[in-house]
């Protein structure tokens, strides 16, 4: 088993503010995915990085990938209520295994 | 929507009734799997099936049975489960193989067990 460690595990901010997650693992996989869960839903595919110290940006949220492929952090910039959910990073291992952090819970406050 | 589809939604069963999930894809995939999400916990893969073949099964006790009769449909089959069994469990799907999957989530049946 692949473990990832997600941090926080719970985030309360005020819409506005910025904020980062991190996902650290003792492994080293072939990509690196973020996904969002929104209460009763399934989790929702954000992002996938591959290559060693890769940024990725999506509108307010950036993504990058450690050098060394074993981390990775998602910051947002002026968050807004709508980026309320359950943040999931996973590392894939051999194309087809996908092994999830606990995710990081967060709250944005209008 | 997804184009992958759970059923049912939620569940309540005794520790001695049977019962299935149902997962059913319009992708095109042909790798799908079953994962439980427990409160603070990450999410645990269950059962790969790439193909209609079972690639992973990561010591999942025998009262869940995995059923895969055709790259669309994927079942799981529950019996005499534990009041601990209780969680959301949740299909996915993806392409396969190689290359930089993704996977496709359902919404996922909340199940508990009494």
């Known amino acids: 088993t692949q473990l990832l460690e997600q941090s926080p595990q719970f985030l309360s901010i005020q819409e506005g503010e910025n904020l980062t997650v991190y996902c650290n693992s003792s492994?080293?996989?072939?990509?690196l995915q973020w996904y969002r869960q929104e209460p009763g839903e399934g989790p929702v595919l954000l992002v996938t990085?591959?290559?060693?110290?890769e940024v990725k940006k999506l509108k307010r949220l950036t993504f990058q990938f450690g050098d060394a492929r074993k981390d990775s952090s998602l910051h947002i910039t002026a968050a807004q209520p709508g980026d309320t959910g359950l943040y999931l990073c996973?590392?894939?291992?051999?194309?087809?295994?996908?092994?999830f952090g606990s995710g990081t819970k967060l709250n944005v406050k209008p | 929507e997804t184009g992958v589809t759970q059923t049912p939604r939620h569940l309540v069963m005794g520790m001695t009734n049977k019962k299935s999930l149902k997962c059913e894809q319009h992708?095109?995939?042909?790798?799908m799997y079953w994962y439980k999400q427990s409160a603070k916990k990450p999410l645990e893969l269950m059962f790969v099936?790439?193909?209609?073949?079972?690639?992973e099964n990561n010591s999942v006790p025998s009262r869940f049975s995995p059923e895969c009769p055709n790259s669309s449909h994927l079942f799981l089959h529950l019996h005499t489960l534990q009041p601990e069994d209780s969680a959301l469990y949740l299909c996915?799907?993806?392409?396969?193989?190689?290359?930089?999957?993704?996977?496709?989530f359902g919404s996922g049946t909340q199940l508990s067990v009494l």
């Open positions: 996915a799907s993806s392409h396969d193989p190689g290359g930089n999957e993704k996977l496709f």
């Open positions: 492994s080293v996989f072939s990509s």
């Open positions: 099936y790439s193909l209609e073949e079972r690639v």
């Open positions: 990085v591959v290559t060693g110290g």
């Open positions: 992708l095109g995939h042909n790798a």
């Open positions: 996973a590392g894939v291992y051999n194309f087809n295994k996908f092994y």
